[in-house]
């Protein structure tokens, strides 16, 4: 069964960098997308976006300007970037696996597995 | 952009009562509805898709129903282990995702 986790600083400075990178184990990942979601403290769910295993990527057109995914595919990883942040970004961010299933033109779409979490804190 | 709504923001049951929730989609979706729970520190954990399939594993006293715009997530007899946060999430306008509000269910 596929496993992710997430890493990265868990301390970032006003108007830096976001870095964390998600490891895929235990399965490959081809023929599937995988995503970025945060929870800011005290609120819901929130989409960063998407990479799919050859590399197209989309964005929450909230957060489009400031966010890049990116995957490496041969080192069973992706990363989100995330610049210019504020204490609006502080969040726990899980990185998960979106699965596509069913006959072709008419795909379930779901978030099937997912890491712990990391938790981020945008503070000086 | 499609807008997802849920109600209540939060409830509070006894062990044993039907726990039900809605979530509305700002425009249809068709089946196009997911729900996730997620416990107190933890990662969600998808239940169930396309508004009414049970994810294999998953207790059958969780149960969802409903189309375009008016979905429905519904526990039919609350346990302990129940306790959580919420969520629907729609695919429609893909490879957007978004989701609604919460539902955080207290006993």
């Known amino acids: 069964q596929v496993q992710l986790q997430e890493s990265g600083p868990g301390l970032v400075k006003p108007s830096e960098t976001l870095s964390l990178t998600c490891s895929v184990s235990?399965?490959?990942?081809?023929?599937?997308?995988w995503t970025w979601i945060r929870r800011p403290p005290g609120k819901g769910l929130e989409w960063i976006g998407n990479?799919?295993?050859?590399?197209?990527?989309s964005y929450n057109p909230s957060l489009k300007s400031r966010v890049t995914i990116s995957a490496d595919a041969s080192r069973s990883l992706f990363s989100l970037r995330l610049s210019s942040v504020t204490a609006a970004d502080t969040a726990v961010y899980y990185c998960?696996?979106?699965?596509?299933?069913?006959?072709?033109?008419?795909?379930?779409?779901?978030?099937?597995?997912w890491g712990k979490g990391a938790t981020v804190t945008v503070s000086s | 952009d499609i807008q997802m709504t849920q109600s209540p923001s939060s409830l509070s049951a006894s062990v044993g009562d039907r726990v039900t929730i809605t979530c509305q989609a700002s425009?249809?979706?068709?089946?196009?509805l997911n729900w996730y729970q997620q416990k107190p520190g933890k990662a969600p954990k998808l239940l169930i898709f396309?508004?009414?399939h049970l994810v294999t594993g998953v207790p059958s006293r969780f149960s969802g129903s409903g189309s375009e715009t008016h979905f429905t997530f519904t526990i039919s007899s609350l346990q302990p282990e129940d306790v959580a946060t919420y969520y629907c999430?729609?695919?429609?306008?893909?490879?957007?995702?978004?989701f609604g509000p919460g539902t955080k269910v207290e006993i």
């Open positions: 998960a696996r979106i699965t596509y299933d069913g006959p072709p033109g008419d795909y379930s779409y779901y978030m099937d597995v």
């Open positions: 235990s399965g490959s990942m081809s023929s599937s997308y």
């Open positions: 990479i799919y295993y050859t590399g197209t990527t």
């Open positions: 425009r249809e979706i068709a089946l196009y």
């Open positions: 396309d508004a009414s």
């Open positions: 999430q729609q695919y429609d306008n893909l490879p957007s995702f978004t």
